[in-house]
């Protein structure tokens, strides 16, 4: 049981409203993936799967432990699982989980257990590199990984796709049209061997903003499903799906000259009420954001953060806020306050996200 006072609220509507915004950018036909990996963004996949589920062909999880988590909740979709592991083979296949194969070794182990369960058909999936250099085979290798194929029926290529390295930035849009071009390229390779033709899918949540007209078989949406586009003018057009909050544990009448929290970092140089909060780093709040560069909402006041944050809990300077302890706290509630703590955090809203603490308690708002 989780009774942690600072609570993440999810807004099932906001989630349904940014896939609806996606799937207007799309043709009838082509099939819509929904990015769940690492807790749904932060969030809590299982839920967000339980919301969306009748809306969407594919989930997509980074680790097989994600996909059984999904499984293991009654989701019956498919699940694509994008990095998995040799030792993880045995347990993906037992929950029904589909494999990205993207290098030989692991393509190899997958084929050989099929080989020896015997599997019939089991649906994998075929990553080619087409230039982000992370994961996947390169287009040269398809003469090798068709040979393989056509000496088993114990697997079915169920898609073929790959992955943009800069959709969001207009100005490398040759480097993307190439990648683009690249993967169709590859993909005629292999339906022309192969013998039947898998689902391909290449655009991510900006690929589908900017390149819409690649948009094959499938497209795959994760951070915008979580209320971010790629520009500001897409962003206002999703909603917010994240808010956080917590409440005021102990307020403080500090005197001047003295000081707020480790090292001493915040000095008064007037007579300042300080509120405590029970968030701190561990919850996913950064030192970063202490010394003023942050800020919470107390009744729709902006309160900064002083001194460190600490591990549980900061400080914030309530003097001119009306408040009392057990007043509720916004850490953050739109995506615009997400973004300035990731500016000030020099990082991407992405990581403010997937850095909240599994401990602060998730509720669903429907």
Same mark, same amino acid.
Request: some cysteine; proline content about 4%; charged content about 20%.
């Given at each position: 049981?989780? =009774?942690?006072?600072?609570?993440?609220?999810?807004?099932?509507?906001?989630?349904?409203? @940014?896939?609806?915004?996606?799937?207007?950018?799309?043709?009838?036909?082509?099939?819509?993936?929904?990015?769940?990996?690492?807790?749904? *963004?932060?969030?809590?996949?299982?839920?967000?799967?339980?919301?969306?589920?009748?809306?969407?062909?594919?989930? +997509?999880?980074?680790?097989?432990?994600?996909?059984?988590?999904?499984?293991?909740?009654?989701?019956?979709?498919?699940?694509?699982?994008? /990095?998995?592991?040799?030792? =993880?083979?045995?347990?993906?296949?037992? /929950?029904?989980? #589909?494999?990205?194969?993207?290098?030989?070794?692991?393509?190899?182990?997958?084929?050989?257990?099929?080989?020896?369960?015997?599997?019939?058909?089991?649906?994998? %999936?075929?990553?080619?590199?087409?230039?982000?250099?992370?994961?996947?085979?390169?287009?040269?290798?398809?003469?090798?990984?068709?040979?393989?194929?056509?000496?088993?029926?114990?697997?079915?290529?169920?898609?073929?796709?790959?992955?943009? +390295?800069?959709?969001?930035?207009?100005?490398?849009?040759?480097?993307?049209?190439?990648?683009?071009?690249?993967?169709? *390229?590859?993909?005629?390779?292999?339906?022309?061997?192969?013998?039947?033709?898998?689902?391909?899918?290449?655009?991510?949540?900006?690929?589908?903003?900017?390149?819409?007209?690649?948009?094959?078989?499938?497209? &795959?949406?994760?951070?915008?499903?979580?209320?971010?586009?790629?520009?500001?003018? #897409?962003?206002?057009?999703?909603? =917010?799906?994240?808010?956080?909050?917590?409440?005021?544990?102990?307020? /403080?009448?500090?005197?001047?000259?003295?000081?707020?929290?480790? @090292?001493?970092?915040?000095?008064?140089?007037? #007579?300042?009420?300080?509120?405590?909060?029970?968030?701190?780093?561990?919850?996913?709040?950064?030192? &970063?954001?202490?010394?003023?560069?942050?800020?919470?909402?107390?009744? =729709?006041?902006?309160?900064?953060?002083?001194?460190?944050? !600490?591990?549980?809990?900061?400080?914030?300077?309530?003097?001119?806020?009306? !408040?009392?302890?057990?007043?509720?706290?916004?850490?953050? @509630?739109?995506?615009? %306050?997400?973004?300035?703590?990731? /500016?000030? !955090?020099?990082?991407?809203?992405? #990581?403010?996200?997937?850095?909240?603490?599994?401990?602060?308690?998730?509720?669903?708002?429907?």
């Amino acid at each position: 049981m989780n =009774n942690h006072v600072t609570v993440l609220e999810i807004d099932s509507n906001g989630l349904l409203h @940014n896939l609806n915004y996606f799937k207007q950018k799309l043709q009838p036909t082509t099939k819509f993936l929904a990015v769940v990996k690492a807790f749904g *963004y932060g969030s809590e996949a299982v839920e967000v799967a339980k919301i969306v589920q009748e809306k969407v062909d594919y989930f +997509a999880v980074a680790y097989t432990d994600e996909g059984i988590a999904l499984r293991e909740a009654g989701i019956k979709t498919p699940i694509l699982v994008l /990095h998995p592991q040799i030792p =993880n083979i045995p347990l993906l296949v037992q /929950h029904g989980l #589909e494999p990205n194969l993207y290098s030989f070794k692991i393509f190899d182990a997958f084929l050989k257990y099929a080989d020896e369960a015997p599997l019939m058909n089991y649906p994998v %999936h075929i990553k080619f590199n087409t230039g982000l250099n992370r994961l996947g085979f390169w287009h040269t290798d398809v003469p090798t990984i068709i040979a393989e194929l056509k000496q088993s029926n114990n697997v079915k290529v169920q898609s073929i796709f790959s992955h943009l +390295a800069a959709s969001e930035d207009l100005s490398e849009q040759e480097f993307t049209v190439n990648q683009i071009n690249n993967f169709a *390229y590859t993909v005629k390779q292999m339906y022309e061997h192969l013998g039947y033709e898998p689902m391909i899918h290449i655009l991510n949540t900006s690929g589908v903003v900017n390149y819409t007209k690649a948009q094959f078989d499938m497209v &795959r949406v994760g951070v915008g499903l979580y209320g971010f586009g790629n520009s500001e003018q #897409e962003t206002a057009q999703l909603k =917010n799906t994240h808010t956080l909050k917590s409440i005021i544990s102990q307020i /403080h009448i500090i005197q001047p000259g003295e000081t707020v929290g480790y @090292n001493r970092a915040f000095v008064a140089s007037k #007579e300042t009420k300080s509120a405590t909060i029970p968030i701190g780093h561990a919850d996913g709040i950064s030192r &970063r954001l202490g010394k003023k560069n942050g800020f919470v909402f107390i009744n =729709n006041q902006p309160a900064p953060i002083i001194g460190n944050v !600490c591990m549980d809990m900061i400080m914030v300077d309530v003097t001119k806020i009306d !408040c009392k302890e057990g007043d509720e706290v916004i850490v953050f @509630n739109h995506q615009q %306050h997400i973004e300035y703590m990731a /500016h000030k !955090c020099e990082t991407i809203p992405y #990581e403010i996200l997937t850095g909240l603490s599994q401990r602060i308690k998730r509720l669903v708002k429907r």
